[in-house]
């Protein structure tokens, strides 16, 4: 089989509706699939005016708002799509996430004799301990694990998480289909000084940053806590929060110390990495975190739970420090160190730096299209 024989049928809960990593990196997976020859279609839920364009044939499956967090949506299966895939006629389906979507799309291909594949990008189960839910992990657990082994093969973006999937009997194959860089965006010489001074930074403040959906399961409670505790020391610092989302009120309470850039993208991104000092990602859900590998690309230390993703891209004391999931008093004393030490910074940034090189997105993206034709070619052989 080659590029060319494949029609791959991608379903995601949320492909451009609202940007965040997961769907950046699918956009950017069916941007090299098209290049390579392969016909794509998406079928997720759709809204009026996206914050950006999709990449891609983009199929809309009917949905509304999911209540109490409205920036999403809710699937409602297959409606909307029945008669596309059928005149699609895919021989891969590829599903992103485990939500009604998904599982309706596990069917449509059992039914259909089609190959299944699946990829990881969050761990939706551990979400339930940050509302109070956490009683229902282990059903969580359970209900992804039926929908996981229905597939030929899942993708994990990291062999960190590949490990926690494989411990939890997801699937007995799971491979590693990672992220990359844009080398050409993320880089240390975009550091801007009179940008730092135009949100009221001194030139010798040390800026802890933070990038990301302003959200719970991100992690902010230990964010903020931790300011608190390097308060609490006397601790000179200043907290820069680059993001916006439905937790921000939240954050801005408990953190009034903080300066918050709404949302940033591109180069505006770039720079704002660039002109921080240490990166801090508490986050225990990642799968990979691409934020802490724009971090390094950047140029900054990263400061980090010690939790899937993260442990497959921060090396102790190399490029960064990891912490035990929602410890403070560790997470200030690694901050710390870097907050106190510029020869420190310099040295785990460059680290970093060089450590990103290697995640280039063409030869990962070609990596993942190998699978597609391996599984595509080999069923029912």
């Keep these: 089989m080659q590029p060319k024989d494949l029609r791959v049928a991608l379903f995601s809960g949320n492909y451009n509706y609202v940007k965040d990593g997961a769907n ?227 954050i801005e309470e408990r953190a009034p110390q903080g300066i918050f850039t709404g949302f940033l993208g591109g180069e505006k991104l770039a720079r704002a990495y660039a002109s921080a000092d240490v990166m801090f990602n508490p986050s225990s859900t990642e799968t990979f975190g691409n934020v802490t590998l724009e971090a390094m690309a950047s140029g900054l230390p990263v400061v980090a739970a010690r939790a899937t993703g993260s442990t497959s891209l921060v090396e102790e004391g190399l490029n960064g420090m990891l912490t035990a999931p929602d410890d403070v008093q560790q997470s200030a004393d690694a901050l710390q160190h870097y907050l106190n030490d510029a020869e420190a910074r310099r040295r785990a940034g460059a680290a970093g730096a060089e450590r990103a090189e290697a995640y280039d997105w063409d030869a990962i993206n070609e990596g993942l299209l190998q699978r597609y034709l391996a599984v595509a070619g080999g069923h029912g052989s």
């Design 24 to 250: 950046q990196a699918l956009n950017r997976l069916t941007g090299y699939m098209l290049s390579r020859g392969v016909t794509m279609r998406i079928y997720s839920p759709t809204i009026d005016n996206p914050p950006f364009e999709p990449t891609g044939d983009l199929v809309s499956i009917k949905s509304v708002p999911v209540p109490g967090r409205d920036e999403y949506r809710f699937g409602f299966g297959l409606i909307g799509a029945h008669d596309d895939l059928a005149a699609f006629k895919p021989n891969l389906v590829h599903i992103s996430s485990p939500d009604v979507i998904g599982h309706r799309a596990a069917v449509w291909a059992e039914r259909h004799g089609v190959p299944l594949v699946a990829s990881v990008h969050t761990r939706f189960e551990t979400y339930f301990r940050y509302y109070k839910l956490g009683w229902l992990q282990s059903a969580g657990e359970a209900i992804l694990r039926r929908l996981y082994n229905k597939c030929e093969e899942i993708y994990a973006p990291s062999e960190s998480m590949a490990d926690v999937l494989r411990e939890q009997g997801m699937n007995r194959e799971v491979l590693i289909w990672s992220r990359g860089i844009d080398q050409q965006l993320y880089d240390p010489a975009r550091r801007d000084m009179a940008w730092r001074r135009s949100l009221g930074l001194a030139d010798d403040d040390v800026v802890i940053l933070f990038v990301g959906r302003l959200v719970l399961e991100k992690g902010l409670d230990v964010f903020a806590a931790t300011l608190k505790e390097l308060d609490r020391r006397g601790q000179s610092y200043k907290a820069l929060f680059v993001g916006d989302g439905p937790a921000r009120e939240w």
